[in-house]
């Protein structure tokens, strides 16, 4: 089993920064990570993912050339780096893992999840 917690969350002015960051306890049972965020009264969607060999990244189009997601894999921590944030992109944000053995943004490949972390982005 891989436990998977999330840490950077907070309150940004629209068209500033975050950096959110996620730890998996263990990478024996993951091949990648994924974040995903679920706004209020909506559907948990998919934001971006990264292969723990780094060979392959995978985003949303909506927040394609503004979130660069990274690892470091000497400390079992992905990275989330939201740069241009925007009102629509406030939500609760949430790491998982998956065995793969690809990235992908279907939730349902994903075995562990943390408890999230919430983003707010006023206008």
């Known amino acids: 089993q891989v436990q998977v917690v999330e840490s950077g969350g907070g309150l940004v002015q629209a068209g500033g920064s975050l950096r959110l960051s996620c730890t998996a306890s263990?990478?024996?049972?993951?091949?990648?990570m994924g974040w995903f965020r679920q706004a209020l009264g909506k559907e948990r969607e998919f934001v971006a993912a990264?292969?723990?060999?780094?060979?392959?990244?995978l985003y949303a189009d909506s927040v394609k050339g503004r979130f660069t997601v990274s690892r470091d894999i000497a400390k079992n921590t992905v990275y989330l780096q939201m740069n241009s944030l925007k009102p629509e992109d406030t939500a609760v944000y949430y790491c998982?893992?998956?065995?793969?053995?690809?990235?992908?943004?279907?939730?349902?490949?994903?075995?562990?999840w943390g408890q999230g972390t919430q983003v707010t982005v006023s206008s």
């Open positions: 998982a893992s998956t065995p793969g053995p690809w990235v992908t943004g279907n939730s349902g490949n994903y075995l562990y």
């Open positions: 990264v292969k723990w060999s780094g060979s392959s990244t």
């Open positions: 263990s990478r024996t049972y993951s091949s990648a």
